[in-house]
């Protein structure tokens, strides 16, 4: 569903220095597959997840998704994004809309979704978050696990073949975590094509077919999360895992 | 607690103390509630007001300077009943020439705000456009504007556009006020829009909307909420630069009370009548929009 060929990226610095984000990068992920990206900050995780969605420019590579090349200058990336739903790390909500305007709003703007029939989709999905009392409520009435389960409808709401998570708990009290990450594993389960980049270690070992461990922007080891956990090749990754659990 | 009455009461005392409550409050006891804070300061400037002009007044007198007031010509140069003209002879109610004035300063003013909203939204948008050649000319036409004077602009527009396009007076003085007011807007709408977090940008086009759907959906609104207090500066503004409009001959409420003075001699009291007159304007501008921002707070 996924392919990411020789994907180089390069972000320059306000200081002119040019820092390698993505070096060499390709991956497979197949419909239905959940995968979480781990690696040490800096190591190119989110810029992944940023240029399969083209909030960044990759500088040569390819990434096609569903068999279309979406660096081609023809394709209308709008068109691609609707079916690429996004879970940010500091949820990005629109403050000034109200929960249930926040997961409608796209579905009638974009997917061009009657006005009813967006609410019955945002009623059916606030519920399924747990979240639905709260529908009137305007962002900042909520706590931030809440938030991002609003989020996570949001993106929902367009009925995306993939979801990607860009450490959709980092920002989280921990206590709020478990909400947001129980969403994340309902969602796996139900068979969404996943691409999750996150610190939880719990969450890649129970729900992901595979884990991908990069640093400097490149992946260092990946397989099943079985293989990663107990049984890792590398001294990087061993390293990291020391480090982390 | 139970008691209606009692309940908003108690309710209304809890919100003061507790703003992230303030949803509470059921929205017609709100309102009042807005009402009477902004009566009370109307009230207060009001009071202030009447203090400084009555010593001023005082101590005018004390100077020994003999002027004999006439206040009481003011009123017929606002309203008066009669016949205009042989022209147009029914006994009527009719607007005195400041009133008249006043309209037309209305009349401009409201048109030039109208026209300024429009011009700095483009331009503010412009400003942070990828493309070099759209930044570069919404930069000149910024600085190009903000750096000459506003009446050399009306001469300009007035004896040279207007002369090409034969525009009237009222066309040239509405456009050289909104060309000015779109150049400070535009900027104002510039730091508004690159106030909002990047997020938000990235969370609408995620979703699949187009620069343009995020920017009138998401990114505008929420910038415009935030630039409410400089945008009223500006328009205020506004309203006090217009009577540089008298310069092309249009009767505005500054034309007037130069043609009163000059007719009638009554320096003091005609100018003193327009100040008021401008106030009236831009204040109630001032509280309008502070009305409104208290209305869009809401969702913080």
Request: aromatic share 12%; proline share 0%; hydrophobic share 55%.
């Given at each position: 569903m996924i392919k990411a060929k020789n994907v180089y990226k390069t972000f320059k610095t306000t200081d002119r220095r040019e820092v390698k984000a993505l070096v060499d990068f390709s991956t497979d992920?197949?419909?239905?597959?959940v995968v979480v990206i781990i690696g040490p900050s800096g190591s190119g995780k989110s810029t992944f997840l940023r240029c399969l969605n083209r909030l960044e420019e990759i500088d040569s590579g390819d990434i096609i998704i569903d068999g279309v090349n979406i660096n081609d200058k023809k394709v209308n990336i709008n068109k691609i994004r609707e079916e690429i739903g996004m879970v940010f790390q500091l949820f990005n909500l629109f403050p000034h809309k109200t929960v249930l305007e926040n997961v409608t709003l796209s579905q009638v703007v974009v997917r061009k979704r009657s006005k009813n029939e967006a609410l019955e989709v945002a009623r059916g999905l606030l519920k399924k978050?747990?979240?639905l009392e709260k529908e009137n409520g305007y962002p900042s009435q909520l706590s931030g696990g809440q938030q991002q389960r609003v989020a996570i409808a949001r993106a929902l709401a367009m009925h995306p073949k993939i979801m990607m998570f860009d450490e959709a708990t980092s920002a989280l009290d921990p206590e709020m975590i478990g909400e947001v990450l129980d969403v994340?594993?309902?969602l796996a389960r139900e068979g969404m094509t996943m691409v999750v980049v996150t610190h939880e270690m719990g969450f890649a070992r129970e729900v992901s077919d595979r884990v991908v461990f990069m640093d400097e922007g490149r992946i260092v080891e990946e397989g099943t999360a079985e293989h990663f956990f107990t049984n890792p090749t590398h001294e990087r990754t061993k390293l990291f895992l020391s480090q982390i659990l | 607690m139970v008691c209606g009455l009692c309940r908003r009461a108690c309710q209304a005392t809890k919100i003061t103390k507790k703003r992230g409550e303030r949803f509470r409050i059921p929205p017609f006891f709100k309102e009042?509630?807005?009402?009477?804070?902004?009566t009370k300061r109307s009230i207060i400037t009001l009071v202030v007001l009447a203090i400084i002009i009555g010593s001023a007044y005082y101590f005018f007198s004390q100077r020994g300077i003999t002027y004999i007031w006439h206040w009481e010509k003011m009123p017929e140069m606002l309203f008066y009943h009669g016949a205009k003209s042989a022209d147009d002879p029914t006994i009527r109610l009719r607007m005195g020439v400041l009133m008249m004035g006043f309209m037309l300063t209305l009349k401009i003013s409201i048109a030039s705000t109208f026209f300024g909203i429009i011009i700095g939204t483009v331009v503010g948008i412009a400003r942070l456009s990828k493309e070099p050649v759209t930044r570069w000319l919404s930069l000149t036409y910024v600085e190009l504007i903000r750096n000459t004077p506003l009446l050399v602009q009306i001469y300009i527009i007035y004896f040279f556009v207007g002369t090409m396009l034969r525009l009237s007076a009222f066309t040239a003085g509405t456009a050289a006020?909104?060309?000015f007011a779109g150049a400070y807007v535009g900027e104002i709408v510039r730091a508004g829009i690159q106030s909002i977090h990047k997020g938000q940008m990235e969370a609408s086009r995620s979703l699949g909307m187009s620069y343009a759907n995020a920017m009138r959906y998401i990114i505008l609104p929420q910038a415009f909420k935030r630039i409410i207090p400089p945008l009223a500066g500006q328009f205020i503004s506004l309203i006090k630069d217009s009577s540089l409009v008298s310069v092309i001959a249009l009767a505005d409420l500054t034309f007037q009370a130069i043609q009163g003075v000059a007719r009638t001699y009554h320096a003091f009291e005609i100018y003193f009548t327009v100040?008021?007159?401008?106030?009236v304007m831009t204040f109630t501008l001032s509280m309008a929009t502070q009305y409104i921002e208290r209305r869009l707070a809401i969702s913080d």
């Open positions: 992920i197949k419909k239905g597959e978050v747990g979240i994340m594993k309902t | 009042r509630r807005l009402v009477l804070t902004f006020l909104s060309i100040a008021f007159l401008y106030l």
